[in-house]
């Protein structure tokens, strides 16, 4: 890896060197220079990455990669809840005075033993000495909520896909302008078919539709602000929501 002789991004590269990272963007995203930066310390886990088209009219590549990580999905898990209010400190303390600490130690002679030894002790004295409920938690798994669009709109993104290929294998000034006269035309069928959408949903008359409509739509789920007419006073009517909104 290198970097241009400045104190920025040699400090970047120094701590990208010594920390093990690796580089893993090895094709231009931006004509012809690698804009884009993805450092990792274990490149075996790298299942693959690719070149993507930029998104609307930009001139920037997207990246897509996938890497392999670790992850454990309980459906069902029990947690115990301690109670330490009602805990028996005093035997806790001479159970650990009893502790052959010097032992212990001999028999863990590295941090990497000794810290789960020791936190195995400690789990098993709080296990001994303090009372504690078992609940059972019920671990939702997240459902990825993909956004399906209609075919004429997955034909003209194909189209656009198609287009920025041939570009890319082929750069010509004709090919970038249809590119961006399909990226001009997704655009409008996108907004045609998300304003479809909303007039369906108000002309359901059906308030409960509505603010499910609005609550999927918000990026935290705290729920939906007020309303507010155009004087700026709060909508509190059910039959002038519609309008307002």
């Known amino acids: 890896m290198t970097s241009p002789n400045d104190t920025v991004r040699v400090c970047l590269l120094e701590f990208a060197i010594e920390c093990g990272f690796t580089q893993i963007v090895n094709f231009p995203t931006g004509e012809e220079n690698i804009l884009d930066v993805i ?19 930009s001139d920037h590549n997207c990246v897509e990669f996938s890497m392999l990580l670790d992850f454990v999905s309980d459906v069902q898990s029990s947690a115990n809840r301690y109670l330490w209010n009602s805990a028996d400190f005093n035997s806790i303390n001479k159970h650990l005075v009893k502790i052959d600490w010097l032992s212990f130690i001999c028999d863990n002679p590295d941090a990497f033993n000794m810290w789960p030894a020791f936190i195995d002790t400690i789990v098993h004295i709080v296990s001994l000495y303090i009372p504690y409920r078992t609940s059972r938690n019920c671990v939702r798994s997240q459902k990825c909520h993909n956004r399906v669009y209609p075919k004429d709109i997955r034909k003209a993104f194909a189209a ?86």
């Open 39 to 57: 450092l990792i310390d274990d490149v075996q886990r790298l299942l693959s990455i690719f070149e993507r088209p930029p998104l609307g009219h």
């Open 160 to 245: 656009k896909l198609r287009c920025w290929r041939r570009y890319k294998a082929n750069p010509d000034n004709a090919l970038k302008l249809k590119y961006h006269q399909y990226t001009q035309t997704c655009k409008q069928l996108i907004g045609d078919h998300e304003k479809n959408c909303e007039t369906r949903v108000l002309d359901t008359d059906n308030i409960g539709v509505f603010y499910k409509f609005v609550n999927r739509r918000l990026g935290n789920k705290t729920g939906i602000s007020p309303l507010h007419d155009e004087s700026g006073k709060l909508v509190l009517d059910d039959y002038i929501v519609k309008p307002t909104y």
